[in-house]
């Protein structure tokens, strides 16, 4: 399971190193630590001007509570949530049409 926390690219600014990055669906990079391997974030060529970052590499991710769970048609059947949040059978934003959603490509 991993939980992302959603931001307009020009909110993050890098201070110090720079992540390694990996793709292997078309639009789709992720990043993470050269160092240690860590998720650092996802960014979706469908979802322009928005990255995700990974709520493990926060100092603090209690201080981020999640407003929907997405994908929840693929979760592991003994996974439950007690909460009422919306449950959205696959994600939680829209992609541009023309590049159609990241299992597609």
């Known amino acids: 399971m991993m939980i992302w926390i959603g931001y307009r690219s020009e909110q993050l600014i890098c201070t110090a190193g720079q992540p390694k990055t990996f793709s292997k669906t078309r639009g789709v990079t992720r990043s993470?630590?050269?160092?240690?391997?860590?998720?650092?974030?996802?960014?979706d060529a469908g979802l322009p001007s928005e990255i995700y970052l990974c709520i493990a590499f926060m100092d603090a991710p209690e201080r981020f509570e999640p407003s929907a769970?997405?994908?929840?048609?693929?979760?592991?059947?003994?996974?439950?949530?007690?909460?009422?949040?919306?449950r959205e059978a696959r994600y939680t934003r829209?992609?541009?049409?023309?590049?159609g959603l990241p299992r597609d490509r």
């Open 32 to 43: 993470f630590c050269g160092d240690c391997g860590s998720c650092i974030s996802y960014q």
């Open 69 to 86: 769970h997405g994908n929840w048609e693929e979760r592991l059947l003994f996974v439950e949530m007690s909460d009422r949040l919306p």
């Open 94 to 99: 829209p992609r541009q049409p023309a590049l």
